[in-house]
């Protein structure tokens, strides 16, 4: 019962870690989305060149 219960824990931590990891890799992709469109938004067509280099 009680190496059931540690087993599982492990899985949740496990589980947690991962949605951590997505949630901070999608707030990455979310923040170069929006200074993308910024730098389009100011810059026109300089936008992408920026980003490429």
Do not use: H
Not at 36 to 53: A, D, E, K, M
């Amino acid at each position: 019962m009680f190496l059931d219960w540690l087993t599982e824990m492990q899985i949740v931590r496990k589980f947690t870690r991962l949605v951590i990891v997505i949630d901070m890799f999608a707030c990455g992709v979310y923040m170069m989305i929006v200074i993308l469109v910024s730098c389009n938004s100011v810059y026109g067509q300089n936008g992408p060149n920026i980003i490429v280099t």
